[in-house]
């Protein structure tokens, strides 16, 4: 099965922010979103999720267009999403913020997501808001889960994280994708994210202006080049 968008087109009201961007993202693999800040990444998974003004353009599963995009009915669809920012309800305990993610969509429990956060085992009862960044993502996470998602969509994991904890948290994407699920990340640790994902595209000015293999880009002596090639490109 396979999420996919073709010359997807959106933004905030009138104004366009990604332009013809087409992305694949196949169940059973990880897939990074990659680029300089302000490129479009989080817009883009943004668009996917329908919380923005899809202006043109097709999003298909398993080859089935599911337009019009409804947030409401993502879930049901077979779609988790975990922004970066206020991704955890700070004054409900983990338990609650687990147990919201079920409510859309069920086929997962709380003991399923402790099976892979087991961390999470010890603080159930403590609010999220009181957590560390690494365990925030952790539920958020966790609670998108929850609706047992065939696709998973990660906005910025890692940002403010350590390395370790960062590593960790990709570790558990890994373990994820391995289990027969499709992650599509954005994530503004390049390295990290091509090292621990099979497909890879560059994203900058709000289009894709490379699609590789993420080992073959991560190999690649002029990685640092690509991005100052692909900010110019966007601004000719």
């Known amino acids: 099965m396979k999420l996919e968008c073709k010359g997807l087109t959106a933004g905030y009201r009138d104004m366009v922010i990604i332009s013809d961007v087409s992305v694949a993202v196949a169940q059973g693999s990880v897939t990074c979103i990659i680029g300089p800040n302000g490129a479009g990444k989080s817009t883009f998974l943004k668009a996917l999720m329908g919380l923005i003004r899809i202006h043109d353009g097709d999003i298909l ?43 859309a969509k069920t086929g997962a429990s709380i003991d399923d997501v402790l099976e892979l956060f087991e961390v999470l085992k010890s603080v159930l009862r403590k609010p999220a808001g009181k957590l560390s960044g690494g365990q925030q993502t952790m539920v958020a996470i966790g609670r998108a889960l929850m609706g047992n998602p065939d696709f998973l969509l990660v906005d910025e994991p890692t940002a403010g994280l350590s390395p370790a904890i960062a590593g960790t948290l990709w570790g558990y994407l890994k373990r994820l994708a391995e289990q027969g699920m499709g992650i599509c990340v954005v994530e503004q640790n390049v390295r990290l994210a091509l090292a621990n994902s099979n497909d890879s595209y560059l994203l900058a000015s709000g289009a894709v202006r490379l699609h590789e293999q993420a080992a073959d880009l991560a190999a690649r002596e002029d990685l640092e080049g690509l991005f100052m090639e692909a900010e110019l490109q966007g601004q000719s």
């Open 61 to 103: 599963i398993d080859g089935k267009s599911i337009m019009p995009v409804r947030t409401e009915h993502m879930a049901q669809l077979g779609i988790g999403y975990v922004p970066q920012l206020s991704n955890v309800f700070p004054s409900l305990s983990v338990a609650e913020n687990l147990e919201i993610g079920g409510y």
